[in-house]
């Protein structure tokens, strides 16, 4: 096992609505990234934080935010929820380096469903 | 054109056969290439970086061609327990995220 955790491991919701996943990085890991994968698709780079800024961002909308706090543990935070949202939300944890590290270690995900 | 791109599969085989699966990039700036390997339903997993010198980890091999873009998985002697989508994962400069691809779907048939 990776470390990572992940909660909640399933999501139902409706379009419109909010949601908050949440990502508990490896001991003694300062960087989370957080991806999208839709069904039969590669994950997709959401953000990165890195020492609680966010530290890049992929093609995705403001309704995407996140949060990292003192203890490294993040927050992926979707407004306005659309269908095609439906999908795996996956953190990766970092030993420190932001985007400039080459080691990432998944947590199980968290799958969402828009209903 | 995407970023990554994988043979689409999926690709069917018999136990002990070998199987090769193939990835282009279209950043000719990418410095770091990986496989990961994600189970149904699990995360994905680094099965191992790619080398431009080219690398091997028992059964799995690892190659990579900057001139032409492309990066290569050869698994020997298949196991019923290789069965697992195989994505392609390139990043460009510092301070680049990670690109996946698509991912290639394999089973091992016994």
């Known amino acids: 096992e990776t470390g990572v955790t992940q909660s909640p491991t399933h999501l139902i919701k409706t379009r419109g609505q909010q949601v908050t996943l949440r990502c508990s990085s490896q001991?003694?890991?300062?960087?989370v990234s957080w991806y999208q994968q839709a069904l039969g698709q590669g994950p997709q780079f959401i953000f990165q934080?890195?020492?609680?800024?966010?530290?890049g961002r992929g093609n995705f909308p403001p309704r995407f935010s996140g949060l990292q706090f003192p203890n490294y543990s993040s927050e992926l935070n979707v407004n306005a929820l659309e269908l095609d949202d439906s999908a795996l939300y996956l953190c990766?944890?970092?030993?420190?380096?932001?985007?400039?590290?080459?080691?990432?270690?998944f947590g199980p995900g968290t799958r969402l469903t828009v209903l | 054109r995407k970023e990554v791109e994988q043979d689409p599969g999926p690709f069917n085989v018999p136990e002990g056969a070998t199987v090769a699966f193939n990835c282009t990039y279209s950043?000719?700036?990418?410095?770091?290439f990986f496989w990961y390997r994600q189970d149904c339903r699990k995360e994905p997993k680094l099965l191992m970086s790619?080398?431009?010198s080219g690398n091997e980890d028992g059964r799995f091999t690892a190659q990579l061609n900057r001139a032409s873009q492309y990066i290569s998985l050869l698994i020997r002697d298949s196991k019923l327990s290789d069965s697992a989508t195989y994505l392609c994962?390139?990043?460009?400069?510092?301070?680049?995220?990670?690109?996946f691809g698509p991912g290639t779907r394999l089973s091992v048939l016994p």
């Open positions: 950043n000719s700036a990418s410095q770091s």
């Open positions: 994962v390139v990043r460009g400069n510092y301070g680049q995220n990670f690109v």
């Open positions: 934080y890195y020492r609680e800024e966010e530290n």
């Open positions: 790619v080398y431009s």
């Open positions: 990766a944890s970092s030993p420190g380096g932001g985007l400039n590290t080459d080691t990432q270690y």
């Open positions: 001991s003694g890991h300062n960087t």
